[in-house]
């Protein structure tokens, strides 16, 4: 009788056992499953979070001779022009561009793009396919001028120079796949907006 007990409680005890390694080994799995799903769907955000197009790139190589050339406009303000609010205005637009050159050049050389259409220097061209670009014949007659007929020309060339940035920024905005560069396009759009105002206050327009 007892050995019958026996055999009972032990043949009861390996179900048990065989229960359990199958409840955790299933446990296992679903815990494994999760992990790697986890793990793609991370994978996943973060190369849809640093994925970039044409688009992007474009923006980039274009945008940065673009902001190159309202730095040069706004260098000259510092001994050209008259009004305070003028030379406040280019301090600003300096302080602006600048870091976003930086940030630009540095997406391109991370997507192995080449820079040299980025590089100060270059023909600063109607041609050159950008909206608000000056020629070289403007820039150079802005550089011989001084005093109100300075502010003149400068508030009247960097807002179309501005107008230019902004279309370049709505078609980054619409179109572009990167999120730096979107955001970028769109605060571009806003604080360029601002100071087309702004600019045609000071040149006494509505």
């Known amino acids: ?10 043949a009861a005890l390996a179900a048990t056992a065989v229960t359990a390694a199958l409840v955790l080994a299933a446990c296992g799995n679903d815990s494994s499953g999760q992990e790697g799903q986890s793990t793609s769907s991370a994978s996943s955000a973060s190369s849809s979070a640093t994925a970039h197009n044409e688009q ?3 923006f980039a ?4 001779p673009h902001h190159q050339q309202a730095l040069e406009m706004a260098k000259l303000a510092t001994d050209r022009a008259s009004s305070a609010k003028v030379k406040d205005l280019a ?3 300096e302080k ?3 870091p976003e050159i930086q940030t630009m050049n540095g997406w391109l050389k991370s997507w192995g793009q080449d820079m040299s259409s980025s590089m100060p220097g270059m023909d600063h061209s109607t041609d050159s396919g950008m909206p608000g670009m000056m020629g070289s014949n403007d820039m150079d007659h802005l550089e011989k001028m001084s005093g109100t007929d300075f502010d003149t020309m400068f508030l009247t060339m960097m807002t179309d120079h501005h107008k230019g940035a902004v279309a370049m920024a709505t078609t980054e905005k619409n179109k572009g796949k990167y999120a730096p560069a979107t955001s970028m396009a769109d605060g571009i759009i806003t604080a360029q907006t601002a100071e087309i105002t702004e600019m045609n206050k000071l040149l006494g327009k509505n």
């Not at 009788?1 to 032990?10: D, F, G, I, P, S």
């Not at 190589?61 to 940065?64: F, K, L, T």
């Open 61 to 64: 190589q274009g945008m940065i």
């Open 1 to 10: 009788m007892r050995n019958t007990r026996t055999h009972t409680r032990r």
């Open 56 to 58: 992007d790139m474009a």
């Open 96 to 98: 602006a561009q600048d």
């Open 91 to 93: 301090s600003r637009i």
